[in-house]
């Protein structure tokens, strides 16, 4: 028998860990590499929150704290939610993780029996499919391509549910696409989950205030209160706050539910940093300001992208509501051959060949569930997004 566990074989990697990790092998050997592969903002974290975060230092909050939070962030997650969304919670119902991630392993850790089934939109962001097989549980996935927007239909979500469906993980805006659920299209979906009182809902909001041309963001339970007893509204302010290395992510729903994912935490890892949480309780409590500043660079790349990529020849590239993603199609590539003799049978190797021949690191579609597509992030300089997508013009045009 292995002594590695044969969970682990169920699952890969993260890909888009792997790109970063080719990118900055190829810099380190010298090469101009332009890396469009990460996900997060390239914004500092604004300075009240490192302000917050010092503070929280020098008045030694520096110890363990409840495994799933303290009741000052649990509050300012409880004012958000009412906020923001107008839902009702009290901080018996929100937990408070090591970063979205780890809100999201909980809540399948503490819910997946053998069996149980999740259904997925694809493209996904990675890491959904492995952590439900982590879990225990067995992801099911739905296409939804370029011609849906990449939006998962009624019908399509309505032809999946079985007696063993346990959750639906829904995401908007996506990370791939970038594409953003309007309130009927969010309705469509509800109203099927509305007729399956069996399958639940973790909605993972992560990009909620990264949205552009007034795309209005909106969350489950806030388009269906009959769903607020099975869903589980997850959040984090990695991306929106520029946070990503501090590691706080939280979720509000059902208290059984909260209950189990802290058994879960508090045999694992415990509390999330102590200073993080006190910087956390700044990002959500203290001013939006930065917010709008922010989305207006970002909406101004996604433009200057989604126009550069689209004059490239072979690719097809939508202009997606929010966060700071494209997934463009290379359809029109596929089966031509590159400079260097390589054929782009798929998106892998088209990705591949781009890093190589060009210093573009994106990632391919196959790892987000959907091909041939890959996504670029746009959270970097304008200058390095115009001599990339450059680049990747040159890349097609020079494709026989
Ligand atoms: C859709 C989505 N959910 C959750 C996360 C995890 O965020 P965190 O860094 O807070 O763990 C990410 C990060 O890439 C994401 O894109």
């Keep these: 028998m292995s002594f590695l566990s044969a969970t682990l074989d169920r699952v890969k990697p993260s890909p888009t860990i792997a790109v970063t ?10 090469k101009d590499v332009i890396g469009l592969g990460a996900g997060e903002p390239d914004f500092d974290t604004p300075q009240n929150i490192k302000d917050a975060a010092v503070a929280a230092i020098a008045a030694g909050k520096t110890k363990y704290t409840a495994p799933d939070g303290i009741p000052e962030l649990k509050a300012a997650v409880v004012a958000k939610m009412k906020r923001d969304h107008g839902l009702d919670y009290t901080s018996a119902q929100v ?43 067995e992801p099911v996935v739905i296409e939804a391509g370029l011609d ?48 399956h009182p069996h399958v639940w809902v973790m909605t993972d909001d992560m990009y909620e205030h990264l949205a552009y041309d007034g795309f209005e963001f909106c969350t489950p339970a806030q388009v269906d209160p009959s769903l607020y ?15 990503t ?8 729903g ?12 508090s045999q694992s890892t415990s509390n999330p940093c102590s200073v993080s949480q006190w910087a956390a309780v700044e990002a959500l409590n203290g001013t939006q300001d930065f917010l709008p500043k922010n989305n207006a660079i ?11 990529l689209n004059a490239a020849e072979g690719i097809t590239c939508p ?34 060949t781009l890093l190589e021949e060009t210093g573009v690191a994106v990632v391919f579609g196959a790892a987000f569930g959907l091909s041939p597509n890959f996504r670029v992030s746009y959270a970097t300089s304008d200058e390095a997004l115009k001599t990339a997508c450059s680049r990747i013009q040159e890349f097609c045009a020079s494709l026989r």
């Excluded at 059902?254 to 935490?265: D, N, S, Y």
């Design 21 to 30: 990790t080719k990118a900055a092998e190829l810099k380190a050997a010298g």
């Design 319 to 352: 202009t997606p509501e929010g966060a700071f993603y494209v997934y463009p199609s290379i359809q029109g590539c596929i089966g031509k051959t590159s400079a260097s003799g390589v054929v782009i049978e798929n998106d892998e190797i088209f990705a591949t």
């Design 254 to 265: 059902p208290e059984v539910l909260i209950k189990a994912m802290r058994k879960v935490q």
């Design 298 to 308: 970002f909406e101004r790349r996604r433009n200057l992208v989604v126009e550069m």
């Design 148 to 195: 849906q927007n990449f939006k998962m239909t009624g019908a399509q979500l309505e032809a999946a549910i079985t007696p063993k469906t346990k959750w639906l993980i829904f995401n908007s805006p996506s990370n791939p696409t970038g594409a953003g659920y309007s309130w009927d299209e969010l309705k469509e979906l509800t109203d099927v989950l509305a007729r």
């Design 229 to 243: 007893d099975r869903t589980l509204t997850c959040n984090g302010v990695s991306k929106a706050y520029a946070m």
């Design 245 to 252: 290395g501090w590691r706080i992510g939280y979720a509000a």
């Design 95 to 137: 937990s408070v993780g090591t970063g979205g991630k780890q809100i999201l392993y909980n809540a399948l850790m503490a819910t997946m029996n053998p069996g149980d089934e999740v259904i997925i939109p694809a493209p996904y962001w990675v890491s959904y499919p492995d952590m439900v097989l982590l879990a225990g549980g």
